[in-house]
Every structure is written in C-alpha cells, then in structure tokens.
C-alpha cells in the first residue's frame, strides 16, 4: 500500500505543517510492503470507503512523468475538485515550490479522473495553465488556493459549485457535517495509501478554535484551537471529525488540495480545500483554505460562474377554463433563473402548448399561463427552469383538464317592472365542465345604491322593494371555476 510520495519540506520540520508540493519533489522511501488491511484499518485518517459513482468531481493531480513511468498510484501528489467543465480548484501549495516560489510547468500535471487509482486506463486530461492566488504566502499558509485550466472540457462529469459569499452561512456554521475526500495517508505514522479515495466526515469548528485558540469538543472528544500566530478564520476553515469510537477524523498528507464539502444534492459546495494540519488526526482540527473568501479569485480564473439550473422544478396546476396555470417551486441550486417555461402537450394529438413566465419581484411563486387549450381534454404538463447557460431538468408529468366557468344564459323577458318589484324570464345557461352551484338575478340602481339580487328558479327571478329608478340587471352563473355574468338589460322599475 505504500506510494512514492513527494512531500514539501514543512513536511519534515519539527512541529511540522505538514504540506506537500509537486514543486519540491523527493522520493520517500518506499515502505515495505505491508500486511493486507483489515477492516478496522484507518482510511483517510479515519473515514470510510467510497463507492463507484461518489464525488465524481473530486481528482487526483497526478506528476505526469511518474503516471507515464508507474502509473496513477505512484503519480497522485494532491487532489483537486472541478468546478466548471475546464477547471480544478486546487491547494496552491500543491503546486507552487516553497522554496523558489516558483509554479509547477502545466504540462508536468494530469488531472486524473478515477476512483481507484490502480485502475486500468485511468482518464488523465492535460493541464493548460495553473493559476496560484495573488495572495498566497506559503509561510503563513494563507490563501492556499490554485485553479488548474484544463486543456479539453471535461463535459460528461457534474462539477461542483464552489461556495460563493452570497450562499447560506450555514454550510460553514459551527458543528456543520462536512465531508473530505482523497487518496491521501491513512495514517500520520506510516506509509500507507489507499487504492480508491476515502471520504472522512467531519465538522466544522468554531471560528474561535481556527485563529483564537479556543477548545472545541466533538462527540466527547476535545480538541485545542490554532491560535492567531498560525490560523486565520478569514481565509481558513477548520474542521474534524470523531468516529462513533472516539478516533479522531482528519485529512492527511496526500489528501492536500482536495475538496471539503459542504451541503447535499444541488445545494452541494466546495467549502474548503485541504491545506494544513500538525501532524494528522490528534486533537488539533485539519485546517482548510475558505473557499467562500476566494471567490474574486475564482471569478477571475473561471473556476466559479453562475451555473445552468440543476434541479429540476415541482409544479402544479390551477385549471382554468380553456387554460392551465402552472405554478413553480424550485429548490435553491445556486443558479440564477431568467425565466419559466411549460408545455401541455393533447396525448390524444402529440400537438404541444407553451407558456414562459419570468422571476417574480414579489414573494410569490412564479408561473405561467397555457392558453389556447381545449376543455375537457387531459394534458400532460411539464415544467423547467432555464437562465443563459441552459434548462433544468423537466419536472415530473402533472396531468391536466382545463374546464369552463358556465356560459351564461341572458334575460330574455322582463315580465313586469311595476310595484316596485321587477320579475324576469331567463335564458338556459351552460354549465359546462363543472356543475352549476347558483344561478342569480343581480341589479344594481344605475345611479348609485344598493345592488338587488335573487336566485333563478325555473327560469324566473323577482326582485321586490326595488326603488322606483332605473337597474341594470345581468344573471350571474357560478360553477366551481367561478362566475360568469349575462349582458346587461336596464329595466325601468315603477311604483
Ligand atoms: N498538506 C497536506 C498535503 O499536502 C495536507 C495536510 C492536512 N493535514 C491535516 N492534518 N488535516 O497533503
């Protein structure tokens, strides 16, 4: 299990930062090859296996001589996490040399795209230029950051979306879960890497233990702060994890520029990126790079864009007569949405209808309104989200039979208007698609008052106590869609 390593300089000082850089490259020795693992055996330090199809955007930075000469396993320096099609954040660490301070040529990395790195034909992509931060100092270990362009777009893996100020602070918030991945050491004291990468789990520490020294306790298990002289939370994230027996969680030598994560599904965000740690899992946290304060840079390197949608919407209908509303809820995925957009389509024809709404100003849900459709007929109705970059997903079917308020009949006779009582002789309504619930009479004085109004019974209304003045009189029909009104007749009521 053990790999040639290439370990930076720190990484042999006494109260080592442990770090490591391509740029200063020595070969460890090669520890004799140890007994097989068994399942208590530490991985990451302390995590678990991962499984085909886990994080698929996490990479191995692999020294493109070594993978041409030994293979990914004996290559793998760092690991990184793609966060747009033709980009890989990494530790700047990884590949800035803390001696000359000088950056690793690209075409001496490969981006290795595999779970196991002993795997035939591993995926490598080339590297065409590396990025360090402006900002980083490798004394300090500040602004440990670096983005990696890619030299072909890597389309058929979903990246992951760096966290951005603007995102909920609760991914970073104090006890926070958060995971990490590598292939890095499985233990401080020996040699031993793992084929496949582990995933430790882990939280996040309080800012006070990451640059003010304070004590924080997981599960039992108390851990001291960095203090001011080698952490900062403005730019570092700390963050630990405790087994259900009490081991202590960490990333290690190895692990260096891979991706802690924060969040689950679409609200998923590269958090942190590991950077450096005193020794690994004893009772000090791993320290992260805070992605969240880089994001200028980011920005600059297009490792962070605002993304197509990912999530496909929920909808549902309100039937209307001859039309469908579709109203939109949408899970927070991180991207900016322009714009609604639904079809109906007849299953009877195959002929589809459209509508597209826009985000709203006020609170409410969003939606857009298909009109043109037949009542009575059942449509199969979609919805996604889409902004400049692409569409969501479509959401799941939701069926769909638009249904008319009643057609409303007329007053076809006014059978008297004197003794200030008006009765009428009404036309048939047409109900429609949903029952008829009331049928009424309503007159209103035209010269202002109080409005009049009495049920349609068998085709006869009358109206009493009316003033002697002229009212405008409609039928007004109500069915479960709503109400439709006649035209209106102006009826001439007498003493
Ligand atoms: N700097 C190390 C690397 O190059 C990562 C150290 C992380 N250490 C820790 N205890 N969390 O791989």
């Known amino acids: 299990m053990a790999r040639k390593r290439v370990l930076g300089t720190a990484a042999f000082m006494a109260a080592a930062l442990t770090i490591s850089a391509l740029g200063s490259a020595v070969a460890a020795p090669v520890a004799p090859g140890s007994a097989h693992l068994g399942a208590s055996t530490p991985r990451i330090v302390n995590g678990n296996d991962s499984a085909p199809g886990d994080l698929p955007f996490l990479v191995a930075l692999l020294d493109a001589y070594d993978f041409d000469d030994e293979g990914a396993f004996q290559a793998q320096f760092c690991g990184g996490a793609l966060t747009t099609t033709t980009t890989v954040i990494t530790a ?75 995102d909920p602070l609760s991914l970073v918030a104090v006890g926070a879960p958060a995971k990490v991945a590598g292939w890095g050491s499985l233990s401080a004291d020996d040699d031993s890497f793992p084929e496949a990468f582990k995933i430790g789990r882990l939280v996040i520490f309080p800012n ?59 609200a998923m965000r590269l958090i942190g990126v590991v950077s450096w740690g005193e020794e690994c899992a004893i009772t000090l946290p791993g320290v992260y790079t805070r992605v969240a304060a880089m994001a200028d840079f980011l920005i600059s390197t297009n490792a962070l864009v605002s993304l197509a949608p990912t999530v496909a919407p929920v909808i549902d209908l309100t039937v209307l007569n001859t039309a469908l509303r579709v109203n939109f809820t949408v899970a927070d995925d991180g991207s900016a949405i322009s714009s609604y957009t639904a079809n109906a389509t007849d299953p009877a024809t195959g002929q589809v209808f459209t509508c597209t709404g826009q985000p709203r100003v006020d609170l409410l849900p969003p939606f857009c309104t298909i009109s043109t459709l037949v009542n009575n007929t059942s449509y199969s109705v979609t919805g996604s989200t889409s902004n400049s970059l692409g569409s969501s997903p ?10 008319g308020v009643p057609t409303p009949g007329a007053i076809r006779k006014v059978w008297s208007s004197n003794d200030r009582t008006i009765a009428v002789v009404v036309r048939r309504s047409f109900a429609n698609d949903a029952p008829i619930t009331s049928t009424a009479l309503s007159c209103a004085p035209v010269n202002g008052g109080s409005t009049k109004a009495a049920p349609v019974r068998g085709g006869m209304a009358i109206l009493k106590k009316l003033r002697p003045t002229y009212y405008s009189c409609v039928v007004i029909v109500t069915n479960a869609l709503g109400s439709a009104a006649s035209a209106h007749k102006l009826i001439n009521v007498t003493r």
């Open 394 to 403: 479509a959401s799941a079917t939701v069926l769909g039979t638009p249904i």
């Open 92 to 166: 700047a660490h990884c590949v800035v040399d803390d001696e000359t301070g000088a950056v690793t040529p690209p075409e001496d990395v490969l981006v290795g795209f595999t779970r196991n790195l002993k795997a035939p034909n591993v995926r490598t992509v080339s590297v065409s230029a590396i990025r360090v931060h402006p900002s980083y100092d490798s004394d300090a270990v500040t602004f440990d950051i670096a983005v990696l362009t890619l030299a072909e777009p890597v389309l058929d893996i979903t990246p992951i979306l760096p966290m951005r100020p603007a």
């Open 208 to 266: 006070e233990s990451c640059g003010r020294g304070s004590d924080f306790s997981v599960a039992g298990v108390t851990f001291d702060g960095f203090g001011s002289s080698s952490a900062s939370a403005d730019t570092m994230l700390c963050a630990a994890g405790v087994t259900s027996n009490r081991k202590i969680i960490d990333s290690c030598q190895g692990d260096s520029g891979g991706p802690l994560i924060g969040g689950d599904g679409g």
